[in-house]
């Protein structure tokens, strides 16, 4: 009776976190695009290759501030305030002491991109990981309780503010410097409702004794982290380099609108999927049950979105961007087929880090960025101009197989944990990623007639979502019916 009550609770607290998570992402994807579209008039691609050469920089960081210590507290089950205590303050030191020295590595990183104006500004752009910095322990709490309401609101207030400070100084002429303050702006606000809704405080008895316990775990994924990141900025950090920045900020925001698709998704996942598969337990019956029909949701909303985004590009960059933007539509059109696997993949990963397998996670990520890397610099060095792509789209193009084949990689880790065999994990996902593809091509013949953006647009939206829901629902798809019901009884 008490695992049937308990089986129940985890089943209503994952159902809440991902129905918040859906609302979060949802929302905070429609902000950042009405923030982005009014950006996009009044920044040029230069302002937005200035900030992507230096992301990569804050992104490793802000790995190197969390330390991995994020997933080691929630895997944690009876984490303590003095653990808590311990990460907020390591924190705060490592994330001085990495601020000090890219203070000092600024002149280097604007040589490296011969240009000088990335002194000043990288040394203002930084600030916001330091920022961060205060809500990392905070924000752990709030993740580990799933408490994703609490997390959304953060996040929206956050955007809205930063948004309109960013707005207001891109219309003052102050160009990437508007970009960098809407960063720095958004990581504060969201350490102070972190530290609101959290209601946890630190204390001046300090002893890094946990951190010394945790360390073996954490550093996994701090490395992980960083390779990571590695694969999600390699683009731009390599390309400072070779390319003007107007080619790395159109490519830039072509992956910006991509994220946005693939985070909305991951929202969901990656807010409740390591928690809840902690609490599953050791039950192998029970984890398979739990992942696959996780999988089958995931597989169910991806698809269609990202395939959907990658239908509308030019129409939609046509309609919400000047003409300058217009070189973005080819690298968008593209990223958004990686970005359908995106957030599979994180599923599969954080399964993998609930199992206390960082090490798995830590290499298997390792060498998936050896592989980007190795990719990337070949077809610089080498000059490769396949089938008329150029450089930097075969670049982009390999990118995107690369992450669809690795999913085979990351299901041998799972199978040595779960025993799920590749043809069941196969027939979670293949009829949604089939319908998917089936909607979009049907879609795109039945359209080509409109000559019209904006009719084009909406028809294809239109006709996409019926096409999609029609067929999975005449195919009595479990998973879409067992959402739709969930709905009706929320809203009853």
């Known amino acids: 009776m008490a695992q049937t009550s308990s089986n129940s609770s985890l089943k209503e607290k994952t159902a809440k976190g991902l129905l918040w998570g859906a609302m979060n992402s949802t929302l905070m994807q429609l902000l950042n695009a009405v923030i982005g579209v009014v950006l996009l008039w009044y920044l040029d691609p230069e302002d937005y290759g200035m900030i992507a050469v230096l992301a990569i920089y804050s992104a490793i960081a802000a790995n190197l501030q969390d330390s991995g210590f994020i997933s080691a507290l929630i895997n944690k089950r009876d984490a303590t305030h003095k653990d808590m205590n311990a990460v907020f303050w390591f924190n705060i030191l490592v994330s001085a002491l990495i601020y000090l020295i890219l ?59 930063s948004g309109a400070v960013a707005i207001i100084m891109a219309a003052s002429k102050m160009a990437y410097w508007s970009i960098a ?132 590009s030019a129409e939609f960059i046509g309609i919400i961007a000047p003409d300058k933007w217009l070189s973005a539509i080819p690298f968008l059109q593209v990223l958004c087929i990686g970005g359908a696997f995106l957030p599979l993949a994180a599923l599969y990963y954080n399964f993998i880090i609930s199992r206390g397998k960082s090490d798995v996670y830590m290499w298997n990520t390792i060498a998936q960025s050896v592989v980007i890397l190795a990719n990337l610099f070949a077809v610089q060095y080498f000059k490769l101009n396949w089938f008329g792509f150029s450089g930097i789209q075969l670049m982009v193009i390999n990118y995107v197989v690369i992450l669809a084949l690795w999913m085979f990689v990351w299901h041998y880790f799972v199978w040595r944990e779960l025993r799920l065999s590749l043809l069941s994990a196969l027939l979670d996902v293949l009829p949604f990623f089939l319908v998917a593809v089936l909607t979009m091509v049907v879609t795109y013949f039945a359209t080509t007639f409109i000559t019209n953006n904006y009719l084009l647009l909406i028809s294809r939206i239109l006709l996409a979502a019926v096409l999609y829901v029609g067929v999975l629902w005449a195919l009595k798809a479990e998973i879409l019916r067992e959402c739709i019901g969930y709905l009706r009884k929320r809203k009853s």
Request: some cysteine.
């Open 103 to 161: 203070w000092f590595c600024a002149p280097l990183i604007a040589a490296y991109n011969d240009d000088s104006r990335l002194v000043a500004l990288s040394r203002y752009a930084f600030l916001g990981f330091f920022c961060a910095s205060f809500s990392i322990t905070p924000r752990t709490i709030l993740m580990k309780d799933l408490r994703v309401k609490e997390q959304a609101v953060c996040n929206i207030v956050a955007l809205v503010v």
């Open 181 to 312: 303050t809407q960063s720095i702006v958004y990581v504060s606000i969201v350490s102070i409702g972190s530290w609101y809704f959290s209601k946890w405080r630190p204390s001046l008895h300090i002893t890094f004794q946990p951190i010394k316990e945790m360390f073996g775990f954490s550093c996994k994924i701090l490395i992980t982290g960083i390779f990571n990141n590695i694969n999600k900025f390699a683009f731009e950090s390599t390309m400072g380099a070779f390319y003007p920045a107007g080619s790395i900020g159109s490519y830039s925001q072509a992956n910006k609108w991509n994220q946005m698709g693939s985070q909305t998704i991951l929202g969901m996942v990656q807010g409740v999927a390591q928690p809840m598969f902690v609490q599953v337990g050791d039950d192998r019956e029970r984890q398979q049950r739990v992942f696959r029909k996780m999988l089958r949701f995931t597989a169910l909303v991806s698809f269609p979105l990202m395939f959907g985004l990658s239908l509308v």
